[in-house]
């Protein structure tokens, strides 16, 4: 049976005529987050792992809402770039379909996910659901824990309201009669404490035999909140939480260090624009009304819920249980052969390595720059960051090789959108150990994935590089399929080190033979690469492009894409996330198909293939096919030259997911994407099954018949 998302409803405003070319990019941003509710509306998936899905989707949104939906509106309130009546269209179908998709996420948390936990012993208990001994240890945590930490602010002239946090959790109380002093102050604001979590665990012997038992931060301060108000009684109540504009804005060509000006612009991230405004189902509609005002937001992005207001919150639930059997079946990735108990720069002196994570482990790439960092033969090493967490092996590698005299260089992109922090914390303790840092280039954002090792051997200088998809991440590396290769040909690493060079001088990189750089060559070689498989075409011979990516939205590459279809070249386009591309039209995109895979894993590889009259041209890039990654970033598509490694990419990063009649989804002309499944007698393939299964060590059984 095939699941369909109507297009009517989330894809296609019916103000857009229909000979648009273009699908909506917020629509289509949105119909990703849909096909992630899909995995926690599916029931062959774990239960815990549905509730993850959930909490994914509201954080999706957060920053669909922090991002995109705070650009549009300050596109509305500069009067630029997008025509208001389209602009006044945009917010209306996005507001229209977030509701839709948050109506949903608290339908199936109550009426599905919730009560199914239950009957798996696990109970997330709201006051009414409490017995006596609950509700007395209840009483205790929060004399003990919350209450010393919340601070009441009644709304006075003296008292006007209070900064709310981006995305905080908050209270809004209305009380009867009249205050200490005898005045009437009627409304009162609490914050909930930051440092306590918003998931607690009751004590064992309070639950059910062989159960447990959990309630929310929220649910604790609303069963105990009138104890602060002494005399007075509390006659409206609601708990609310607000989005705020979370870009970080610096100009980068006025400030003398930017490193210090973002670390002053990180301070008001938390106070940006108010653009949505959640509050508890049962919230009286003159609160409602009163939040909104305050905050200057417009009703329909009101957002009234029954239950959390930050379900993101409940991703602790998940982790706090142990129950193996509604989890996904424990994964080990595997490390290559040819990596074992052998040096790696005397396997790369042999031949390249290609790793495909996380079905291959990623810690080849920790043990490469670990190793250069011991080796007393590295003179030198260099590498790019965008992200790589607080906590984070490699880099703690780069600061050794820093300390212990080795030449290290590091461009550490500040601008990392919500990494900023833990990036300039790096940056300023890879400078403390003498390493040069760089903050990339003015203006854009440097995201190519580049490591460097420069190493003595027989008084020449030899090059060792790590090229990948994604980035230098101890945590999103088990959860994100990327391809990192590993190589010391010549020609691909001093490629490697011109844009090092490039990086640090801001000088023009040499004419770069193997490697497509943006902002320079990366658009103008894909469109070339596109125009060269319809010209193969013309002359009536097979031609044929797959690429994978997470998005699709620039527009000459688009019309690149349709011209060759109307060529005869056959498109295949595996894209994750936004594709503002319409396959399947008569005359304008007959040749090309899309599909999107939503798994265990998150899809991250960019791969782009070109049959090149059987010359079979691959390239592995950190670039989606975006304007902001072809003209506002430093990214790189780099070539797999070994033969073996290329039909590695095809057979492992293509054509399983081409395959795939599970997890992927087919986007229509409409703008709709339907689920395929398996049909009657034919074997149901997982694409992300199949490579767990064939590069890992197993763990789940094959798949079988369906």
């Not at 009162?188 to 159960?211: N, Q, W, Y």
């Not at 303790?429 to 003015?442: D, M, S």
């Amino acid at each position: 049976m095939n699941k369909k998302i109507k297009p009517e409803s989330i894809i296609t405003p019916p103000e857009l005529p229909p000979t648009t070319i273009y699908l909506n990019r917020e629509l289509s941003q949105l119909a990703f987050n849909r096909r992630v509710l899909a995995q926690a509306e599916d029931k062959n998936v774990p239960l815990l792992e549905r509730l993850r899905y959930l909490c994914i989707c509201s954080s999706n949104l957060d920053e669909f809402f922090e991002v995109r939906i705070a650009s549009l509106l300050a596109n509305r309130i500069e009067g630029e770039h997008i025509d208001p009546p389209e602009l006044r269209a945009a917010l209306e179908h996005t507001s229209a379909e977030c509701h839709r998709i948050v109506a949903r996420q608290y339908q199936l948390l109550n009426d599905d996910i919730l009560p199914n936990l239950a009957k798996q012993g696990i109970h997330l208990l709201r006051h009414e659901d409490r017995n006596e001994a609950q509700r007395a240890w209840v009483k205790g945590y929060f004399e003990q824990n919350v209450r010393p930490l919340l601070t009441p602010i009644g709304l006075d002239p003296a008292h006007p309201f209070p900064q709310v946090l981006n995305k905080s959790l908050n209270f809004i109380i209305e009380l009867s009669g009249k205050d200490a002093f005898g005045r009437g102050t009627g409304i009162v604001i609490v914050k909930a404490p930051r440092v306590l979590p918003r998931v607690i665990r009751l004590p064992d012997h309070l639950s059910p035999k062989g159960g447990v038992s959990f309630c929310l931060l929220s649910s604790v301060i609303h069963a105990h909140i009138a104890e602060l108000f002494t005399g007075r009684e509390i006659t409206a109540y609601s708990q609310f939480r607000v989005t705020r504009n979370s870009d970080l804005w610096v100009d980068e060509e006025e400030v003398k260090n930017l490193r210090q000006a973002l670390e002053s612009e990180l301070q008001s991230r938390q106070f940006g624009v108010a653009v949505r405004l959640e509050v508890a189902s049962n919230c009286p509609e003159h609160l409602a009304q009163f939040l909104l005002n305050q905050f200057g937001i417009e009703r329909n992005r009101l957002y009234a819920v029954d239950g959390p207001v930050n379900m993101v919150r409940l991703s602790e639930l998940v982790d706090l249980v142990s129950q193996p059997s509604l989890r996904f079946t424990p994964f080990s990735p595997t490390l290559p052969h040819q990596l074992l108990n052998e040096n790696i720069f005397s396997v790369l002196q042999k031949k390249d390595v290609l790793l495909h994570h996380p079905f291959q482990s990623f810690q080849p790439v920790v043990d490469f720059i670990r190793t250069a960092a011991h080796d007393r033969d590295v003179v030198a090493i260099k590498q790019t960051i965008y992200r790589t967490g607080m906590n984070s092996d490699l880099m703690e590698a780069l600061i050794y090789a820093a300390h212990h005299g080795k030449e290290v260089t590091v461009i550490v992109e500040l601008m990392a959108r919500f990494d900023e922090e833990a990036n300039i914390n790096w940056a300023v303790k890879l400078e403390q150990a003498g390493a040069q840092v760089v903050y990339g280039v003015v203006g854009l954002k440097t995201h190519a994935k580049l490591a460097l090792v420069i190493r003595r051997e027989a008084e020449a200088l030899h090059f060792y590089a790590h090229l990948g998809t994604g980035n230098y991440h101890p945590n999103t590396t088990k959860f994100y399929t990327d391809f990192g290769l590993l190589t010391s040909n010549r020609e691909l690493t001093t490629e490697v080190n011109e844009v090092f060079i490039h990086l640090t001088s801001l000088t023009k990189p040499r004419n770069l033979t193997h490697l497509w750089l943006a902002p320079f060559s990366l658009q103008k070689e894909i469109i070339r690469a596109i125009r060269n498989e319809a010209q193969i075409a013309r002359e009536g011979r097979p031609a044929r492009i797959i690429a994978k990516m997470n998005a699709l939205l620039d527009e000459s590459v688009i019309r690149a894409l349709y011209a060759a279809s109307a060529d005869g070249v056959k498109i295949d386009l595996i894209v994750r996330g936004a594709c503002a591309l319409r396959p399947g039209v008569a005359g304008l995109s007959e040749n090309i198909k899309v599909r999107s895979i939503i798994g265990r894993y998150l899809e991250h590889s960019r791969i782009y293939y070109f049959r090149n009259d059987l010359a079979h041209d691959v390239y592995l890039a950190s670039a989606d096919w975006m304007n902001r990654n072809l003209f506002r970033r430093i990214e790189v598509a780099f070539p797999v030259l070994d033969k073996a490694l290329k039909k590695r990419v095809i057979t492992e990063g293509l054509n399983p997911y081409l395959k795939d009649n599970t997890h992927a989804w087919h986007l229509g002309a409409d703008g709709s994407y339907t689920l395929k499944k398996a049909r009657s007698k034919q074997l149901a393939f997982s694409a992300q099954q199949h490579l767990m299964t064939t590069l890992g060590i197993p763990a789940v059984p094959p798949d079988e018949p369906v």
